[in-house]
Nanobody, 120 residues
Framework: QVQLVESGGGLVQAGGSLRLSCTVSGSIFSINAMGWSRQAPGNQRELVAAITRGGTTNYADSVKGRFTISSDNAKNTVYLQMNSLKPEDTAVYYC??????????????WGQGTQVTVSS
């Protein structure tokens, strides 16, 4: 059925940049919104950034001015450009999407995550 696959994670030094990508596949009618969350070991998952189909965005205060979320609706893909990375950004980053199936049932879906490690 619906699947979300993330890519682009890796190991970078503080001050560096990474670009994450997430592509949705499967039987879908529409994607209403997509976003990125992150979870460090022992911590709760927290929202990093989100974007609606219409392009409205919101960010966690901790990443404002450093991260940019964008989407390509035709490709069912969302991106997270991460600049000026800090060690505290280290976490597994998860993509999620609010998706309507052909039956018009709206559900939240999650990817398996991609590791981002920022060294000091």
């Amino acid at each position: 059925q619906v699947q979300l696959v993330e890519s682009g994670g890796g190991l970078v030094q503080a001050g560096g940049s990474l670009r994450l990508s997430c592509t949705v596949s499967g039987s879908i009618f529409s994607i209403n919104a997509m976003g990125w969350s992150r979870q460090a070991p022992g911590n709760q998952r927290e929202l990093v950034a989100a974007i609606t189909r219409g392009g409205t965005t919101n960010y966690a205060d901790s990443v404002k001015g450093r991260f940019t979320i964008s989407s390509d609706n035709a490709k069912n893909t969302v991106y997270l450009q991460m600049n000026s990375l800090k060690p505290e950004d280290t976490a597994v980053y998860y993509c999620n999407a609010s998706i309507a199936t052909p039956e018009r049932l709206i559900s939240d879906y999650w990817g398996q995550g991609t590791q981002v490690t920022v060294s000091s």
